[in-house]
Structure formats: C-alpha cells, structure tokens
C-alpha cells in the first residue's frame, strides 16, 4: 500500500488529491487559491469534512508547504515520509513526451523550453513540480501530459495543411489536450461494455469549461478536436473554437487591437459567452433558455451541433462507431445538450432512451440495448489516472534500474 499526491498546479491555484493506492481511495483532497494575490484561501477536506481558511501564500514553494503542514496537523499523515510518490498534470509534453514521465533534471529542462508551446500553463506546472520537489526530496515526482495520449495520431490528422516547414521549424502542428480525460474515459468505457478496447471504435466528448471530442481507436487516439492549442474545435465556455483566421487580422483593422488582444477576446470572451453575453456557465444559460431567452437558446443550439457534427465526422474516419462517451461538467450533467448533440444520428444506428438521459453524475448507459451506437456516461478522473501514472512508472523505473 502506498499514498500517492495528484498535482495539478495553475498559476494561481494548486488543486491536490491524495490517494491510498492501489486501492485508489481518496485519502484527502483540496485546493489552493489565490496564490500570489491578497487572501489566499486553502481548503482541505478532512474525515468527509471541508475546512477553509484565508492565508498569506505568495508563491506555489509556500503553497506545498502549507498543504503538506496541513496534512500533519490534521493527522491525515504522521510525516513526509508516508508520501510514495507525486504526480504532476503538465499542459504540454510537445511531441517529446509520449507517456508519463519520471521527472528528472532534463526532463524539466525540457519542460521549459515547452512553456513556448504552452505560456500559461507549462510555467506554473513547473513552478509545482519544483515546489514539492525543494520538500519532498528522496520520492519520484512523474509528469502526467494532456497531449501525450494524442500522441498516436496519425500525420494526416495532426499536421495542418500549411508550408511544411512551419511544422519542421516551429514544431506547429495538432497536439490536443484533454488525453489524460480522453485515455480514462475510454478505459471506463471497454470496462463497462466488457469489450478489449483494441478492437472498439470510442468517441469521447469531454465537455466542461473548455471542451473537446476524441476520435479513439483501439485505445490509441487517432484525432482530436483541440488543435495547436486548446482554442481550436468546438465551442467552449469563453472560447471561440474553431473560426476562419482571416478573422483576426480583419478585427485587428476594424478596431485597432493587437494580434495578442484578438487572441485573448477568442480565448476569454467567445464561446457561449460570446454568444450569449451575459455567461460562459452552461447552468446559467439553461436557466435563461428555460425562460424563453433568444440567445440562450442559439447558444445551445450552436453548442451542440459543432459537437454533432464532430461526432458525424469522426464516425465516418473510424468508419463507424461503437460508442459515445458523455464526461466532464456539462457531458455528465446536461440532459439537454446530450439530447441534442444525439438527436439526428439515428441514421448511423444511435438509438438512446430519454428516461435514462435525466441520469447525471454516474456511470450509466443511456442507449437502448439494440441501439447499434451504445452511449455512455462516464464522470471523468483525471486525478486517479495521475495516481495510477506514479505507480506505474515508478515501477517500471524499479524494474529497469
Ligand atoms: P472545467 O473545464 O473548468 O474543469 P467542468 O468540467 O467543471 O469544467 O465543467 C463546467 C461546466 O459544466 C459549466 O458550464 C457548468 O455549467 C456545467 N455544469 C456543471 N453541472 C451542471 C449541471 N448540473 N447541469 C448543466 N451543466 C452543468
């Protein structure tokens, strides 16, 4: 038995799940908040109980040593030493990092030249590491990638049709996000099906804040909507998904912004919020459809059919489907946008029950038993994966040294 931490650290937040493995129970989880800024607030969860409290925490270095303070003092551990081992969520393992991996000095090395790829979150991913690192000094710290589990896409689907040579000098080319998500899911899915993955043909759609579906075959991910960045592909939260790029420089002229303010109203101020103008959570624009509200209801309207058509689109690439996966905030609680996204693929054999459709938040199975397409709810655990990671190259490493 051993206890494993799963990291996943921002820029302004470091949220933590400690795991009793191989038993995969959650031992205690939380976040830091507002790290950097005035009042940061930390939460732990202890014996089933949230504890909350607002602290100084200038920096992520005092933000592990607070968490893992915590952890003592409330007797969650007796010392540092009952810590095994600490996975890390990385945005971006570029096209180096095609699994998880132990963390060494060059592997950090490396992660730094990839904050390029990855500004916002490489960084702060890193500034993690290091921190557990500076306290926790004899146990295996292992990056988790969202882009490794895409590394199995084929040139066709991940390099974009400009001169080569931006690909060969700059590395720009579709990396995808989302994979750590996309890999569980799918593993979830050949579980409850009772099917080997290898020969199942999986299209997850992983819709929260930011959002994106999967085109997986025999496990391996064979294309997916996320692109360079997560900009690209359906319509998300604030971000705009995929638009025509004359767009940019045709704003740009129009009202005098920069490249990098266009970039910033795609990236913060598109998407359903965007659309909608008044929010970028789902729950908020239901309610306001509920009400009649006209935009409200486009919003959905938009939001769902960029997802049917991808769902379209993938099923002709895999030349069929035996799934459809439904995770993250809006994929696991949403009756309406799963009613909407699948009403219209009857033609491809997808036939689903509206009475099982108003189950939220738990695995389930939503189509008929006929139903050619099965389609599946499955809550996502990203965190357990990371878990998981740590086992499995910490043992590999054991068993290579
Ligand atoms: P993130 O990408 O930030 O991890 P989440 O996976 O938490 O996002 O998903 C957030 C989205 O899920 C929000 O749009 C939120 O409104 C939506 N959501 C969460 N619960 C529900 C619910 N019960 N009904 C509809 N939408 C929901």
């Known amino acids: 038995m051993s206890k494993i931490m799963a990291i996943n650290a921002g820029s302004s937040s470091l949220k933590f799940q ?12 939380g976040i830091v908040e507002r790290i950097g800024l005035k009042d940061s607030i930390f939460s732990i969860t202890v014996a089933g109980e949230k504890k909350k409290e607002t602290l100084d925490i200038p920096n992520h270095d005092t933000a592990v040593q607070i968490l893992l303070e915590k952890l003592i003092s409330n007797k969650i551990i007796h010392s540092f030493s009952e810590i095994d081992g600490v996975g890390h969520r990385v945005a971006h393992g570029g096209e180096i990092f095609k699994d998880s991996v132990l963390v060494t000095d060059e592997v950090l090395n490396q992660l730094e030249k990839l904050s390029e790829l990855a500004p916002l979150h490489n960084p702060a991913n890193v500034s993690g590491i290091r921190a557990f690192q500076k306290v926790l000094t004899d146990i295996s710290s292992v990056a988790v990638f969202d882009t490794a589990f895409h590394q199995t896409m084929p040139e066709s689907s991940y390099l974009y049709s400009l001169p080569i040579k931006y690909y060969q000098e700059y590395g720009i080319r579709k990396y995808g996000f989302h994979g750590t998500s996309h890999k569980y899911v799918s593993q979830r899915a050949a579980e409850m099906l009772g099917r080997p993955i290898e020969e199942l ?6 819709l929260g804040n930011g959002a994106s579906i999967a085109a997986i075959k025999g496990g391996k991910s064979i294309d997916t909507s996320m692109g360079f960045t997560p900009l690209e592909g359906v319509v998300m939260g604030t971000r705009s998904g995929s638009v025509d790029p004359s767009i940019i420089p045709f704003i740009m002229k129009k009202t005098g912004k920069t490249a990098d303010e266009v970039l910033t109203i795609l990236n913060k101020e598109s998407g359903l919020l965007g659309i909608t103008g008044f929010s970028s959570d789902l729950r908020d624009i239901e309610t306001k459809a509920s009400e009649g509200d006209a935009r409200a209801l486009l919003a959905l309207d938009i939001f769902s059919s960029r997802i049917h058509q991808y769902i379209g689109s993938y099923a002709a690439r895999m030349n069929g ?23 219209g693929l009857e033609f491809m054999g997808v036939y689903w029950d509206q009475s099982l459709n108003y189950i939220h938040g738990e695995e389930a199975v939503i189509s008929y038993p006929h139903s050619l397409v099965k389609v599946l709810l499955i809550p996502t655990n990203e965190e357990v994966m990371i878990a998981r990671d740590v086992l499995r190259i910490s043992d590999e490493m054991f068993v290579l040294s």
Do not use: Q, Y
């Not at 439904?326 to 696991?332: C, N, Q, R, S």
């Open 18 to 29: 400690l795991f009793d493995m191989p038993s995969e129970n959650i031992i205690t989880k």
């Open 201 to 206: 043909r999986l299209i997850s759609c992983h």
């Open 321 to 343: 489907v035996d799934a459809i996966i439904f995770t993250a905030g809006i994929g696991e609680n949403s009756p309406t946008i799963r009613s909407k996204v699948l009403t």
